[in-house]
């Protein structure tokens, strides 16, 4: 089985409006409208939308597809699709609506901040980078010869500083080669790795882990928590996480659990031996299964997943700025030694 976690698909059509558009959808439905005529209305009140794009889900509203087919027309991402299409098992479409839109209203606040958090200080370093090079081959050739000239050497400060200096554009390049380098490998063993042998790399990463343990979690209980408070039963809930086939990962992680089950293991002891979800998730099942809570405890525990998921990118976004600034300070003033010690170590000498 091949994943899809990466997966090629159409373009927001909604752009920025798109959290928007769910939260509109829900509050219409909520107020007595029929989801027909909540879609008909909204279509038209977006003019971001193309004429094409608003003609192509008109029809299909006419000829009364669901709704997740309907916002793969719009553009909308996999990990909304896919719970639009559970919520139209369970039921609970206003509220998964509501849910969805604060996803992408949560997950754009935090995209944005983590690319303010970065983008000045990477342009700085980058100009920092380019103002080497342009010493590199300017200002410190012509020392060396001053050097050179008045048969003097430079002291160990200099010496060790100008080395510095000259190989750190070398050394960038090779990071963020690295960095890239694992970046498309982490890529490749997502896309063309059966899902069991991806998960045992991927978590072999921590910060990887962090995102896909949570991920996962997240997606699993909350929608496994929805199923439950709508009446179905547990096998009833594993067969269809196994068959479907948005997400490659949940069928995988339902197989497991169904394996588990059929040994007579509970829900919560099942759970447990999931390596791609969170320990606690077990816990949460086992208090649940001892009050007759299940469900409410799954979604409660989702919800505490995805803000942990939230908090965890905040707290990485504030200590970016910090870390870069301080490694730039040290390089300013590096680069500052190099150019004034040389002056007066050469004025000692000369006089």
Do not use: W
Request: proline content about 2%.
């Amino acid at each position: 089985m091949k994943s899809s976690f990466f997966t090629v698909r159409n373009s927001n059509k909604l752009g920025s409006y798109d959290a928007h558009f769910l939260l509109k959808l829900s509050t219409l439905m909520n107020s007595g409208f029929t989801m027909y005529n909540a879609l008909k209305f909204l279509l038209e009140q977006y003019d971001v939308l193309k004429q094409g794009t608003k003609e192509e889900a008109g029809r299909m509203i006419d000829e009364g597809e669901k709704l997740s087919e309907i916002l793969k027309v719009l553009g909308f991402g996999k990990s909304i699709i896919m719970q639009i299409a559970f919520a139209e098992i369970h039921g609970e479409m206003i509220n998964n609506l509501k849910e969805s839109s604060l996803y992408l209203e949560n997950r754009r606040a935090t995209v944005s901040k983590l690319i303010k958090a970065v983008q000045y200080p990477v342009v700085l370093i980058s100009i920092f980078i380019v103002m080497l090079v342009v010493l590199n081959y300017t200002v410190i050739p012509q020392f060396q010869s001053l050097y050179i000239s008045v048969g003097a050497e430079a002291d160990g400060v200099v010496s060790i500083l100008t080395l510095l200096l000259e190989i750190l554009p070398g050394a960038v390049m090779v990071l963020l080669t690295g960095v890239g380098a694992i970046a498309f490998l982490i890529y490749v063993i997502i896309k063309y790795t059966p899902v069991e042998s991806q998960l045992k790399v991927l978590l072999k990463f921590p910060l990887v882990k962090f995102y896909v343990v949570n991920y996962h979690t997240y997606r699993f209980s909350r929608e496994f928590g929805y199923f439950i408070n709508n009446g179905l039963e547990v096998k009833e809930i594993i067969t269809l996480f196994k068959n479907q086939s948005l997400s490659v990962h949940l069928s995988y992680i339902a197989s497991l659990i169904e394996n588990d089950l059929n040994r007579g293991d509970s829900l919560s002891a099942a759970v447990s031996h999931i390596p791609a979800l969170d320990d606690k998730l077990a816990t949460f099942i086992s208090h649940g299964e001892l009050n007759s809570e299940v469900g409410k405890e799954l979604i409660i525990f989702s919800e505490y997943t995805l803000e942990k998921i939230i908090m965890k990118i905040e707290n990485l976004t504030k200590r970016i700025q910090p870390v870069i600034f301080t490694v730039l300070g040290v390089l300013i003033v590096c680069l500052y030694l190099v150019i004034v010690l040389p002056i007066f170590q050469m004025m000692s000498v000369v006089g």
